[in-house]
Nanobody, 119 residues
Framework: VQLQASGGGLVQPGGSLRLSCAAS????????MGWYRQAPGKQRELVAR???????NYADAVKGRFTIARDNAKNTVTLQMNSLKPEDTAVYYC??????????????WGQGTLVTVSS
C-alpha cells in the first residue's frame, strides 16, 4: 500500500478527529499531498491540499476548522479536524499529485477512512 490513511471514527458534533496518511518516501517527497472526501450520494471533493513547500489551501467549507500538515521526516500528512459538523460525515481519502501547466493531477489514492459526525 503506497498511501495508508487512518484515524477515522465516530465523533459528536463539535468534536475533533485527526486523520493521518503514511506514504512511501518515493511518493511523499516530490508530490503535493491532499485530502478529499466523499459523502453518500455526492461527488468526491477536495478538502485540503499542501505543497512540498508547506503551502496549504482549503475548501471553503472547512476553512478555520481543519488544518493540513506534512511531516517530511516521517513521510506523513495529517488532517486535524475541529468543530466537526454532521455535514463533515464522509469517507476521507488521502491523495498525492502534482501541478502541470497550472492543472492539478492526482497520481495516487489511498484507501478511505470513514468519519461519522453524529450525536
Amino acid at each position: 500500500v503506497q498511501l495508508q490513511a487512518s484515524g477515522g471514527g465516530l465523533v459528536q458534533p463539535g468534536g475533533s478527529l485527526r486523520l493521518s496518511c503514511a506514504a512511501s518516501r518515493s511518493i511523499f517527497s516530490g508530490n503535493v499531498m491532499g485530502w478529499y472526501r466523499q459523502a453518500p450520494g455526492k461527488q468526491r471533493e477536495l478538502v485540503a491540499r499542501i505543497t512540498t513547500a508547506g503551502n496549504a489551501n482549503y475548501a471553503d467549507a472547512v476553512k478555520g476548522r481543519f488544518t493540513i500538515a506534512r511531516d517530511n521526516a516521517k513521510n506523513t500528512v495529517t488532517l486535524q479536524m475541529n468543530s466537526l459538523k454532521p455535514e463533515d460525515t464522509a469517507v476521507y481519502y488521502c491523495e498525492a499529485g502534482r501541478y502541470s501547466a497550472g492543472v492539478y493531477f492526482t497520481a495516487y489514492w489511498g484507501q478511505g477512512t470513514l468519519v461519522t459526525v453524529s450525536s
